[in-house]
């Protein structure tokens, strides 16, 4: 198992920017799909962003596309999402989760149902002015 811990959630005027951070014990992050999963009060969580094994390997919701950065350096066992321009519509906890098994971000990041993920306990962030 893999204990995950985020990090860098807060409140935010619409347009701003943030960056939030999933720092990982108890094993290596690098040989799994990692991602970041959003959810609004009332919603169902969904996900927003995940990479794989490899720093290129890298999936966006419509959502994030073009607003979001997601990346992760292996030194650190870290993943981080970079949200610039958020809007409102951002608001929500987001979690972070790893698969520890075999699947790839297009599955990690749609379905997020497998036994294999870990989930951490989530940051909230609010964008409102």
């Known amino acids: 198992q893999v204990r995950l811990e985020e990090s860098g959630g807060g409140l935010v005027q619409p347009g701003g920017s943030l960056r939030l951070s999933c720092a990982a014990s108890g094993s290596r992050l690098d040989p799994f799909a990692t991602g970041w999963f959003r959810q609004a009060p009332g919603k169902e969580r969904e996900g927003v962003s995940c990479?794989?094994?490899?720093?290129?390997?890298?999936y966006y919701s419509d959502s994030a596309k073009g607003r979001f950065t997601i990346s992760k350096d292996n030194s650190q066992n870290t993943v981080y999402l970079q949200m610039s321009n958020l809007k409102p519509e951002d608001t929500g906890v987001y979690y972070c989760?790893?698969?520890?098994?075999?699947?790839?971000?297009?599955?990690?990041?749609?379905?997020?149902?497998?036994?294999?993920?870990?989930w951490g306990q989530g940051t909230q962030v609010t964008v409102s002015s």
């Open positions: 989760a790893a698969d520890l098994g075999i699947t790839t971000i297009q599955q990690l990041c749609n379905y997020h149902s497998s036994d294999s993920i870990s």
């Open positions: 990479i794989g094994s490899s720093a290129y390997n890298t």
